[in-house]
């Protein structure tokens, strides 16, 4: 036998071995890793941002809070909490207004079809499901969509774990009394193959993908314990080969015994590792005694060098918001040139209208036409839709020549 032969690049069917997983999820949180938490329950950071937005925010503390998310997704428990991430008391408007635009939503496609809609993980027809809220949001109603999406507290949490480059998307999920419980799985990329396909991406591949997606979700209504929010195993985001344990029963058999669920509240924000095992909870509130519907809008943000689930065409979502991302440009009174708005120096405003065109525009100016779209004189790249959008509203354009240079770009861009 050859000593020296070159090693299988593929997981094996034997490779997943649970006495390793049950080793590796039963460690548990150190508080004194995240001394910006306010607290640590079930082995999951909490974060609560008013308190820390009332000490004072500063770019070094930004970068303190990012650095111990990042952690936390890679090697620590995989989940934490922002309690009041989207705060009723600056946010309710935005949040109740954005939750009627949803249920216009859901009533609008309801009447289009009596087709029940497929769901990840779970019986299709159990919820109300809007898959690509992102963009239906945009068009149903602009205001709350650029309110909702200028939040700075969401653009620094998808830069601490996918650099500043990403994209967006997002999807309701409305769970009724009764809704039953999704099975454990792991997400986005290869959490959506079957396993007759996962096993075949190079073990390397299975360690990037969690890299390339951040999971989220955003408390659009109350979420007791029993109305069944996000069960998760603290972790398990770090066994390299649960994209194939996650499918076997004796791993989902155990996710069973040693999940942990918190509650949360209006506005709250929750993000975690795709590869950690998680799986919505049963909605087991008595519909008869003051039970409702859980509601959370699914944030899917993708790194600019992977491929995210849902198409998004940002033309027509700048096209409608447009004319009142410009009136707040102007309120704002300040441009917008470096990627990094610093707090120290940059109003609230500013770095809002900042946060807004990084979730709605593409950040990487890749994949291009080389020769229509040369790199600018020194410069590396040609321009991203984000640099056109805020030369955009920096140079004053109204919204037909902003839309103009989307699509020129576009057209630019093709072989």
């Not at 938490?37 to 937005?53: G, M, R």
């Not at 925010?57 to 009041?84: C, F």
């Not at 997606?213 to 069944?228: C, E, I, K, N, R």
């Not at 120290?344 to 950040?363: K, M």
Request: glycine share 6%; hydrophobic share 40%.
């Amino acid at each position: 036998m050859n000593s020296h032969a070159v090693s299988s690049r593929l997981y094996t069917p034997s490779t997943p071995q649970l006495s390793e997983f049950k080793e590796i999820c039963s460690r548990t949180t150190d508080p004194e890793t995240y001394p910006l938490a306010c607290e640590v329950k079930s082995n999951i950071p909490i974060y609560d941002l008013e308190a820390l937005e009332s000490t004072g925010l500063t770019a070094d503390l930004i970068t303190r809070l990012q650095d111990e998310w990042h952690h936390i997704l890679h090697t620590g428990p995989g989940v934490y909490v922002l309690r009041s991430m989207y705060a009723p008391s600056k946010y309710e408007t935005t949040l109740n207004n954005t939750n009627t635009a949803f249920n216009a939503i859901i009533a609008h496609e309801a009447a289009q079809s009596d087709t029940k809609k497929g769901d990840h993980f779970a019986v299709g027809g159990t919820n109300d499901r809007i898959w690509n809220s992102f963009s239906k949001h945009a068009l149903q109603d602009p205001s709350s969509f650029i309110d909702y999406y200028s939040n700075p507290w969401l653009a620094a949490v998808a830069e601490s774990w996918l650099g500043p480059a990403y994209r967006v998307t997002a999807q309701v999920n409305a769970v009724h009394p009764g809704g039953a419980a999704q099975e454990a799985h792991r997400d986005y990329h290869l959490g959506f193959q079957e396993e007759v396909a996962c096993k075949r991406y190079p073990a390397t591949v299975q360690l990037t993908s969690q890299f390339l997606t951040l999971q989220g979700a955003v408390a659009h209504s109350d979420m007791p314990v029993a109305s069944g929010p996000t069960r998760f195993l603290p972790f398990s985001q770090t066994y390299k080969s649960g994209y194939l344990a996650w499918r076997k029963p004796e791993f989902r058999a155990f996710f069973q015994e040693r999940y942990v669920a918190l509650p949360l509240s209006f506005g709250d924000g929750l993000f975690f590792n795709p590869a950690l095992f998680h799986a919505a909870g049963a909605n087991q509130m008595d519909p008869d005694n003051g039970g409702f519907r859980r509601v959370a809008n699914l944030l899917q943000i993708s790194s600019a060098f992977g491929k995210p689930m849902e198409t998004v065409d940002s033309v027509p979502l700048i096209d409608s918001a447009w004319d009142v991302l410009v009136q707040r440009f102007r309120a704002a009174g300040g441009a917008l040139a470096g990627q990094e708005l610093d707090p120290n120096t940059h109003s609230l405003q500013q770095r809002e209208i900042r946060a807004f065109v990084q979730a709605v525009a593409e950040g990487y100016p890749f994949p291009t036409n080389l020769d229509q779209r040369p790199p600018g004189v020194g410069g590396m790249a040609p321009e991203s839709e984000q640099d056109i959008v805020v030369r955009g509203l920096e140079g004053g354009w109204d919204r037909q020549q902003v839309v103009a240079a989307l699509k020129k770009m576009h057209v630019d861009s093709r072989a």
